[in-house]
């Protein structure tokens, strides 16, 4: 969490303005981190950003009003524990049952050329990046 100064980045939009600001959202989505605020803060503008790398983690993000005389406005958010993850939907991935061999089969069935015609590097990383997740859904099975 903090204060990124990054105004022009949407991140629900996966967007950017300058250039500077598309290496901060690369490792943001090269990390598969998540964005938690959905508001405007700061004159309209998401400066100030909470992530996290799963949903469920955190929860009951609320803005408040600025401390003292600062234009920052509070992000108040509450950690889940152990405790409360061991009944959340939160999973953890299994390798030692992964069927690689499937995985990789449905990867290479990927019209590679065709699925990334014309597209940037950021649009790119996104279509592989979708593929990606949605093999490992099918062939590397939770922990219990």
């Not at 309209?44 to 920052?72: P, Q, W, Y």
């Not at 940037?120 to 990383?125: C, F």
């Amino acid at each position: 969490m903090g204060d990124f100064n990054h105004a022009d980045i949407c991140c629900r939009d996966n967007t950017v303005g300058h250039k500077q600001s598309r290496r901060f959202l690369e490792c943001i989505n090269d990390n598969f981190l998540l964005q938690v605020i959905e508001e405007p803060m700061r004159r309209g503008a998401m400066l100030d950003l909470v992530f996290t790398i799963k949903e469920g983690l955190l929860g009951n993000v609320k803005l408040r009003d600025s401390l003292g005389s600062s234009d920052h406005e509070m992000v108040e958010f509450k950690i889940f524990r152990a405790a409360r993850r061991a009944h959340s939907k939160l999973t953890t991935l299994d390798f030692r049952r992964a069927d690689f061999g499937l995985f990789r089969d449905l990867l290479g069935r990927v019209p590679w050329d065709k699925s990334l015609e014309g597209r940037g590097a950021q649009e790119s990383w996104l279509v592989f990046k979708d593929h990606l997740l949605q093999a490992q859904e099918q062939c590397i099975p939770t922990k219990k």
